[in-house]
DNA sequence: ATCTTATATCGCAAATATACGATAAGATGA
DNA sequence: TCATCTTATCGTATATTTGCGATATAAGAT
């Protein structure tokens, strides 16, 4: 591969892409429904839950909270994570909007 | 890793997760971006738009394609592609049902 | 001070994704 | 038929992701 040319891409498209990125992982998905169901901020109960191991399910946080999509903070012995919704908005109204501005160009299914 | 874990989820998690991986490229975004604005399919014009060589961005829309997120027909010696406005929209949608689930649960931070 | 508990990080192995050149396949035009 | 043009696929190199066990770190309990 050499170079990765992603960096020749629009701002946009490559926030939106690393948005996408970070919900492209099941356990992520299933992560995001957790720290959300229980309506508090959730640590390790999430490893209980998924069918990963501790580090794992570490490292997607991690993935998660370097996207901006979730925050943690540390609670004692054990790390507070929460859902970022500011964040989460703004990527889902850009993502709309890109869906709108397609939509709106193109109704008729040419092939 | 040995083996991937990724069906132990729900069927609707690895939906999600797939839709946001075929977005996880800004290629794969600004080629949904072309085949919008030039409000038609279109074929190798793409190539000559995208900073990628041929055979890169024909691996970008057999993704694409594979996700169902485009169609694609034979038009003579070319290919034409176009939006699926149908799956497009059903992923919004689901996208923004998993979103609303989220909000309305949890307004404040917590941490 | 030491032990326990919770979490993060390191190091590694395997799988997947990204990118390209070369080549094949299919249609059109000379 | 043969050359050409367009696109798909193959082979390959490299980068990134995924996953886990082992280990480090940090706070609380004994």
Not at 28 to 41: D, G, H, S, Y
Request: overall charge positive; hydrophobic content about 40%.
């Amino acid at each position: 591969m050499a170079i990765h040319k992603k960096e020749e891409f629009t701002q946009k498209e490559q926030d939106l892409a690393n948005f996408a990125k970070a919900m492209a992982h099941p356990a992520r998905i299933a992560i995001l429904k957790v720290l959300a169901q229980r309506n508090a901020c959730i640590c390790g109960e999430i490893v209980d839950l998924l069918p990963l191991a501790q580090s794992t399910v570490s490292q997607h946080l991690k993935e998660l909270k370097s996207a901006g999509l979730i925050t943690g903070s540390i609670d004692g012995p054990r790390s507070c994570y929460c859902i970022n919704w500011k964040a989460f908005e703004k990527y889902n109204s850009e993502f709309n909007f890109l869906f709108a501005n397609l939509k709106v160009k193109n109704e008729k299914a040419c092939c």
